[in-house]
């Protein structure tokens, strides 16, 4: 026995169809418009401050880029995964703690780097089996 699956729900797209015969030549969800209108005035905003002026060519150069874009985000939305957890889980990736790649550096002054250990002198040694000498317990008494 073979259950139907109800993905058939979600296949209906928020979409405006506008008035009978009278729709738009394309398809958009209604949150592309939204994307698409915060795209392009980011693109307006980019293109003033690299001095691009405004003219025909860069307006259209500006739509169609707004539309790659537009389609390129809206690729990874869907009914199960909204924008806003899109755009929160792209925050919390581009937030996130990393592991230091930067090799730390430090300096080596030759004169303090020891290849073999130090040897005490011989007054050190002396004091050394001095203290480590067992009393022997006659003497404390």
């Known amino acids: 026995m ?13 979409v405006w169809l506008g008035p009978p ?23 307006q905003i980019i293109e003033r401050r ?6 025909f060519f860069s307006l259209a150069y500006s739509l169609l880029a707004t539309v790659g874009l ?3 985000i809206l690729s990874v939305v869907d009914a199960d995964r909204p924008l806003s957890s899109v755009l929160s889980g792209f925050a919390h990736e581009v937030g996130a703690p990393r592991e ?9 002054r030759p004169a303090r780097v020891h290849a073999v250990p130090r040897r005490l002198s011989r007054a050190q040694r002396r004091a050394a ?5 067992i009393v022997p317990a006659e003497a404390e008494a």
């Open 50 to 55: 690299l001095g691009i002026g405004l003219g």
């Open 100 to 108: 230091r790649t930067k090799p730390t550096v430090a300096v080596i």
């Open 70 to 72: 537009t389609r390129l």
């Open 21 to 43: 015969n009278k729709t738009l030549p394309f398809r958009a969800r209604y949150v592309a418009y939204a994307v698409g209108a915060m795209v392009f005035v980011l693109l």
């Open 129 to 133: 089996r001095r203290a480590t000498q």
């Open 2 to 14: 073979r259950l139907l699956v109800d993905d058939e729900i979600y296949n209906v797209n928020a």
